[in-house]
């Protein structure tokens, strides 16, 4: 299997911060890549796939990049609802999950 | 509105076997692809299993064997079969629509909100 390696593991951040999450990928996955957002006792939701398409109905806050085997996903002014954990997941080659981001308040 | 509705967990002990159940509504499960992701207590996400919309199945390396997808079309029902259970199958077990965006790539869309699997004596 592809592996998925996030990091950090977790972050403190602030109302307001820019955030930045990182993916990294065992071989290359060109573009399957996708990212979701998790909250307490909840499924987790798709927020961008393809590395970089935002899903509908997503804030426009929320952005994706890379390709090959990097990957970034970025919240460009953390809001309250957007602390959660978030996960990486390559398609590229069955499926597989990075080990998630815990975003915390500062 | 799409939704999807799991069913089937519960309390099991070692050795033993569970069908999990995933009730769809508003769209077909046949002619959509459909995966099983499951979560161990205060863990993270790991991919089960997928079915194509031509029923071609695949698994997790880690897990091939002992767990088996498949669908009811009659029913717009998805299925886990999971056999000899262990302790760290314990999980909370949602199934997804796994859907395609663009012609080619594809990601999990809509989530069920998941049945819980205890695996204890």
């Known amino acids: 299997d592809i592996q998925m390696t996030q990091s950090p593991s977790s972050l403190s951040a602030s109302v307001g911060d820019r955030v930045t999450i990182t993916c990294r990928a065992s071989q290359s996955v060109s573009s399957y890549l996708n990212w979701y957002q998790q909250k307490p006792g909840k499924a987790p939701k798709l927020l961008i796939y393809a590395a970089s398409s935002l899903q509908s109905g997503v804030p426009s806050r929320f952005s994706g990049s890379g390709s090959d085997t990097d990957f970034t996903l970025t919240i460009s002014s953390l809001q309250p609802e957007d602390f959660a954990t978030y996960y990486c997941q390559q398609s590229h080659i069955k499926r597989t999950f990075g080990q998630g981001t815990k975003v915390e308040i500062k | 509105e799409e939704q999807l509705v799991e069913s089937g967990g519960g309390l099991i002990q070692p050795g033993g076997s569970l069908r999990l159940s995933c009730a769809a509504s508003g769209f077909i499960v046949s002619t959509n692809y459909m995966s099983w992701v499951r979560q161990a207590p205060g863990k993270g996400l790991e991919w089960v299993s997928i079915i194509y919309s031509g029923g071609s199945t695949y698994y997790a390396d880690s897990l091939k064997g002992r767990f088996t997808i498949s669908r009811d079309n009659s029913k717009n029902t998805l299925y886990l079969q999971i056999n000899s259970l262990r302790a760290e199958d314990t999980a909370v077990y949602y199934c997804?629509?796994?859907?395609?965006?663009?012609?080619?790539?594809?990601?999990?869309?809509?989530w069920g909100q998941g049945t819980m699997v205890t695996v204890s004596s």
């Open positions: 997804a629509r796994t859907v395609v965006m663009t012609g080619i790539y594809d990601a999990f869309d809509i």
